[in-house]
């Protein structure tokens, strides 16, 4: 089992930065890939961006590139989403999710075996 608990959401202006921190315990050591999801209202939950465990590689949407950075502390067992240069559009849920398992695709849902509840990011204009 691995818990999930994200923090660092709220209420930021266009243009503004915040640190999201997803901080993760139980099986923490067998975790292959550790990303972020974010779900506006109304829409599907879409991939933000994701980091494997092994040889560090990152992967990040298109909409989020050059703005977002995902970075981890494995001696803290936290996962982090640095996000630059906030639009409006980024208004959303961010969850947190944990694979367990080599899969290949990071972009997608069921790549992920564990999520955490969520923090609101709310942008104004």
């Known amino acids: 089992q691995v818990q999930l608990v994200e923090s660092g959401g709220g209420l930021v202006q266009a243009g503004g930065s915040l640190r999201l921190s997803c901080a993760a315990s139980?099986?923490?050591?067998?975790?292959?890939?550790m990303g972020w999801f974010r779900q506006a209202p109304g829409k599907e939950r879409e991939f933000v961006a994701a980091?494997?465990?092994?040889?560090?590689?990152?992967y990040y949407a298109d909409s989020v590139k050059g703005r977002f950075t995902i970075s981890r502390d494995n001696a803290k067992n936290t996962v982090y989403l640095q996000m630059n240069n906030l639009k409006p559009e980024d208004t959303a849920v961010y969850y947190c999710?944990?694979?367990?398992?080599?899969?290949?695709?990071?972009?997608?849902?069921?790549?992920?075996?564990?999520w955490g509840q969520g923090t609101q990011v709310t942008v104004s204009s």
């Open positions: 999710a944990a694979a367990l398992l080599f899969r290949p695709d990071v972009a997608v849902r069921s790549t992920y075996d564990y």
């Open positions: 139980g099986r923490t050591f067998s975790t292959s890939a």
């Open positions: 980091s494997r465990r092994s040889g560090g590689s990152t």
